[in-house]
């Protein structure tokens, strides 16, 4: 296939810094973003949505959730179990 296209300015300098990062012509810059787009997007499907960018990138760093509660239950959580039996369980 033969392409001919005019990229704006940010799109150009990105896929420069493709091309550059990768070493490799052109050609297949082009087709490793082409497959990455293809494969986001069957993902996507799969899940009968694509997942929101914050989720993405909360789960590129390795986020693993959170809850609401108190602010100092990072510092104070060992008020909080019930350690008599072991079990952890909640004491309230």
Not at 32 to 43: G, P, R, T
Not at 54 to 59: C, G, I, R
């Amino acid at each position: 296939m033969h392409l001919e296209l005019d990229l704006d300015p940010v799109h150009g300098e990105r896929l420069r810094a493709l091309q550059s990062q990768l070493q490799k012509p052109l050609e297949d810059v082009l087709c490793v973003a082409i497959d990455a787009a293809f494969h986001d997007l069957e993902k996507g499907s799969n899940q009968g949505q694509r997942p929101s960018a914050l989720f993405e990138a909360l789960d590129a760093i390795g986020f693993v959730g959170c809850i609401d509660d108190d602010e100092h239950l990072a510092t104070d959580y060992k008020s909080r179990l019930d350690f008599s039996s072991k079990t952890g369980s909640f004491r309230k």
